[in-house]
C-alpha cells in the first residue's frame, strides 16, 4: 500500500485505522526496517490523526455553518485583529476565511512590511481599502505599488504633503478603481521647503483615478485644492483653517471642474480674497442635491461665495457661520444683505418660497444659536448664526445678553422681509425662549408688526416660547391661550396684526 495517499483520501475511519496498523505491522517485521522507514509512517500517522480530529470537529455545532455563512461571519467583526482570530478557530475555519480574499483587503500600512505583504497575498485579486499614517515604514509604499490597480479606498492620516505627493507618483495612473480617497495633513504645501511637493506647473495628484466619487480633504491651506482635478466626483468635503487669507478663486475653480456633484460640504476658518475672482462669475453645479457652507467668524465668507455658485436642484442648503461674543456689536451684520440674499435664494431654490421658520436659543451655559430656515415645495434654505461663549463676565461685553438677543431676532426678521416674494409666505414659525427685558418687549412688538404686516394671507402661524397672546388676541378664544408654553397653530390669519404688547413672562 502506498503510505502517502491513505490519509483522509475517501477512506472511512474505520479503514484509516486499520489500514495504519498493517502498515505499522509491516514495517516492523520487514528486513530493510530503517529509521527513515520509520520517520515516514510517523508523518503519516500525524497526517491521520490530523485528519481524525478534523473529522471529529466536523460533527461539533461551529462547524456546521454553511459555507457561505461562515465567509461572512468575519465581515462583521470590528476590527481586523479580530478576522485573524476568526481564521485561528480551526483548521476548517482558516481554509475557509483565507479563500475568501476581500476579508483580507483592508491595509494600514503602520503595521508593518511582513502584516502588509501577508494581506496582500490572501487579498489576491480584491479590490484593497489601504489608510497610510503618517509613521508608516517607507518600504510599505513601494509594496502597494504593484497592487495600487485594485485600491478602492485610499486614506492618509496625519501625513505631510511629501509623502502624500510620492504615493502620488508611485502609482500614477494605477487607479482606475479608486473611489473614495480622505486626506488630513496638518502641514500646507509649500514648494520652497518641501520639494516632493506638487507645483503649480506639476501634473495633478492621483491624475490616474478618473473614477473617483468622494473626495474628503482637510488641510490648512485652501492652495491644496489646486493639486487634485477629479471630474467624475459625487461627494465633496473640505474643512480648511488657517489664520492667513486664501483665495475665492481655488475653492470655485475646483468646484468648477466637478460638475457631477452632489454633495457639497465646506468648512473654513480664515478669510477668502475674491479679488481675483472674474466679474459675474458664477459656478454652475446642476447635479448637487445638499450643498453646505460654513464659516468660523467670517460672514461674507458665506455669503459671498455661496452666491457665486449656481445649484438649481438642491434639496437642502445650509450657510451657518459663528462670532465670538466679544465681537459682537450693534452694527455686526450677521445675515446676509438684500443683495446676495436675492442671489442666494434664486439659485438654490427652485420654486417660491412658502414656509419661514425662526428659531433662537440660548440654553444655559451655552452657545446662543440662531437658525433661520426658508422652504419651499421642493428645497430648503438654512441659515445659521452661532454666538460663541468664551466664558467672559456679561459686564465685560459691548453688548448684553439681551441686547444680542433683539439684534439676532430683528435681523432675522428683516432677512425675512429682504425676500423678494414675501405674499407666497403661507407659513411663518416663530421661536424665541428668552423673556426680553420691557425696553427691549416694545422694539420687539413693532418688528413682528412690521414683518406681519408685510406678508400676504398666512395659512399657518407656529409660536413657541414667545408670548404674543396679546397682540393675537383678536383672532384667537381664550381657551387656546391657556399654556404658551406648548406649540401653538394659528390658521388662518388674513387680516393685518393690531399692535399691541408681545413678550410677557411666561408661566
Not at 505491522?25 to 500525524?46: G, I, N, W
Not at 481655488?250 to 466637478?258: D, G
Not at 468648512?267 to 460654513?294: A, C, G, T, W, Y
Request: aromatic residues 8%.
Amino acid at each position: 500500500m502506498d503510505t502517502h495517499t491513505y490519509p483522509g483520501r475517501g477512506l472511512s475511519l474505520s479503514q484509516l485505522l486499520f489500514a495504519l496498523n498493517e502498515e505499522l505491522k509491516r514495517v516492523t517485521h520487514s528486513p530493510s526496517f530503517t529509521l527513515e522507514a520509520v520517520s515516514q509512517l510517523d508523518q503519516d500517522a500525524s497526517a491521520a490523526l490530523a485528519s481524525i480530529r478534523e473529522w471529529r470537529n466536523s460533527f461539533t455545532c461551529v462547524n456546521s455553518i454553511p459555507i457561505d455563512i461562515l465567509s461572512l461571519i468575519p465581515t462583521y467583526l470590528p476590527a481586523q485583529k479580530d478576522r485573524f482570530h476568526a481564521a485561528s478557530v480551526c483548521r476548517h475555519w482558516r481554509g475557509t476565511l483565507l479563500k475568501h480574499g476581500a476579508l483580507w483587503s483592508q491595509l494600514v500600512l503602520k503595521k508593518g512590511e511582513d502584516y502588509v505583504s501577508t494581506l496582500l497575498e490572501r487579498a489576491k485579486g480584491s479590490m484593497l481599502d489601504i489608510v497610510v499614517h503618517g509613521d508608516a515604514p517607507a518600504g510599505t509604499i513601494q509594496m502597494i505599488s504593484p497592487c495600487a490597480h485594485q485600491t478602492r479606498y485610499l486614506e492618509f492620516i496625519q501625513t505631510d504633503w511629501k509623502d502624500i505627493r510620492t504615493f502620488s507618483e508611485f502609482n500614477s495612473g494605477q487607479l482606475p478603481l479608486l473611489r473614495i480617497l480622505k486626506i488630513f495633513s496638518p502641514e500646507a504645501p509649500n514648494p520652497c521647503d518641501q520639494p516632493n511637493v506638487a507645483t503649480p506647473s506639476s501634473p495633478p495628484n492621483f491624475r490616474g483615478s478618473v473614477n473617483l466619487e468622494q473626495f474628503v480633504i482637510t488641510s490648512a491651506k485652501l492652495s491644496s485644492l489646486s493639486h487634485f482635478v477629479f471630474p467624475n466626483l459625487t461627494m465633496f468635503k473640505l474643512s480648511s483653517y488657517s489664520t492667513e487669507q486664501c483665495s475665492a478663486s481655488l475653492l470655485l475653480n475646483f468646484l468648477n471642474a466637478s460638475p457631477t456633484l452632489q454633495t457639497v460640504e465646506v468648512r473654513i476658518s480664515h478669510r477668502i480674497d475674491l479679488r481675483d475672482v472674474p466679474q459675474e462669475m458664477v459656478v454652475v453645479l446642476p447635479n448637487v442635491k445638499n450643498f453646505s457652507l460654513h464659516s468660523d467668524g467670517d460672514m461674507e465668507n458665506v455669503y459671498t461665495i455661496a452666491a457665486l455658485i449656481l445649484c438649481p436642484r438642491a434639496r437642502y442648503t445650509s450657510l451657518p457661520h459663528g462670532e465670538t461674543e466679544t465681537r459682537m456689536n450693534a452694527h455686526l451684520r450677521i445675515f446676509p444683505t438684500p443683495f446676495p440674499w436675492n442671489a442666494i435664494v434664486q439659485q438654490y431654490m427652485a420654486s417660491p418660497i412658502e414656509a419661514v421658520t425662526v428659531k433662537i436659543e440660548h440654553p444655559q451655559d451655552e452657545d446662543m444659536r440662531c437658525f433661520l430656515m426658508f422652504q419651499s415645495e421642493t428645497a430648503v434654505v438654512r441659515l445659521g448664526f452661532i454666538v460663541e461663549v468664551i466664558g467672559m463676565d456679561e459686564d465685560d461685553l459691548s453688548m448684553s445678553h439681551a441686547e444680542m438677543h433683539w439684534g439676532i431676532f430683528s435681523q432675522a426678521l428683516t432677512t425675512i422681509q429682504d425676500h423678494p416674494l414675501l405674499s407666497h409666505i403661507k407659513r411663518l414659525e416663530l421661536e424665541h425662549w428668552s423673556v426680553l427685558e420691557a425696553f427691549w418687549t416694545i422694539s420687539v412688538e413693532d418688528k413682528v408688526e412690521e414683518l406681519l404686516g408685510s406678508l400676504g394671507p398666512l395659512d399657518e402661524l407656529t409660536i413657541r416660547g414667545c408670548d404674543l397672546r396679546i397682540l393675537l388676541s383678536t383672532f384667537l378664544d381664550g381657551s387656546e391661550l391657556e399654556d404658551s408654553e406648548r406649540p401653538i397653530i394659528f390658521p388662518h390669519i388674513h387680516q393685518q396684526i393690531c399692535p399691541g404688547q408681545i413678550f410677557q413672562d411666561l408661566p
